[in-house]
């Protein structure tokens, strides 16, 4: 049990694209789901967290208009690079909350872009 | 401020012997829970072991266990046994809670440690 998606595992795009990155709880709700940016040989760092149904929680210092974020079902939160740049490239993972188990949080297997 | 430390940056054992990894955290709130993950090559986040801080009793998941140290806000974790496939990045991790239908904060990682396995 408490299996997460993610879609894709690795996309390459151009620069000035957008990329959209789904993650899916697949045997579980998740009213929150969270999405974070791992740098290469470094720890996991919070972008937002997205709640069902609502508008997501941006970390400060993250773009809200270049990482959206929709939460539209209790399985599905999507991440959306807008016009992406090189910078962008990244290794992406989601993680969600079981809604018994509210402090434990259970990872996607994350999704690397590469911006060209 | 609620932080996670991870001491070392790497560590190395030998394949069946056993290895601690440390963590320290700083918080201010009674309900609280601590984590580690796995992160092993292909980059998956495994959950390794949870402890909820008003256990006393230390967690155990099969050759995985913690010395939970309340007081020295210590979370150390002991693989036993250790095998190749144990070869990985561990993060310790912590977030508040009020419990069910309580709020909830965000998990908080440590730089992590690199755990190589020699055979």
């Known amino acids: 049990g408490a299996v997460v998606s993610q879609h894709p595992s690795w996309v390459i795009c151009k620069s000035g694209t957008s990329v959209k990155i789904e993650c899916r709880s697949l045997?579980?709700?998740?009213?929150?789901m969270f999405w974070y940016r791992q740098f290469p040989k470094q720890s996991l760092m919070l972008m937002a967290t997205?709640?069902?149904?609502?508008?997501?929680?941006?970390e400060q210092g993250v773009e809200k208009d270049k990482f959206l974020i929709n939460h539209a079902s209790l399985t599905l939160s999507t991440l959306t690079v807008t016009s992406a740049h090189p910078e962008d490239s990244s290794f992406y993972i989601c993680?969600?909350?079981?809604?018994?188990?509210?402090?434990?949080?259970?990872f996607g297997p994350g999704t690397r872009l590469t911006v060209l | 401020a609620q932080t996670v430390t991870q001491s070392q940056p790497e560590m190395s054992v030998q394949e069946a012997e056993t290895v601690t990894l440390s963590c320290t955290y700083d918080?201010?709130?009674?309900?609280?829970?601590l984590f580690w993950y796995k992160q092993p090559p292909s980059r998956q986040m495994i959950l390794v072991i949870r402890?909820?801080?008003?256990k006393q009793q230390n967690a155990t998941e099969n050759r995985f266990s913690v010395n939970f140290q309340k007081a020295a806000k210590s979370f150390s974790l002991k693989i036993s046994d250790s095998q190749l496939g144990d070869a990985a990045m561990y993060f310790c991790?912590?977030?508040w809670g009020a419990g069910y239908g309580g709020s909830q904060g965000n998990l908080i990682f440590g730089k992590g440690t690199k755990l190589s396995v020699k055979p």
């Open positions: 993680s969600a909350r079981i809604s018994g188990f509210p402090d434990t949080q259970y």
């Open positions: 045997d579980f709700q998740a009213t929150t």
């Open positions: 997205s709640n069902e149904g609502s508008k997501a929680t941006y």
């Open positions: 918080t201010s709130e009674s309900d609280y829970y």
């Open positions: 402890q909820e801080a008003y």
């Open positions: 991790a912590y977030t």
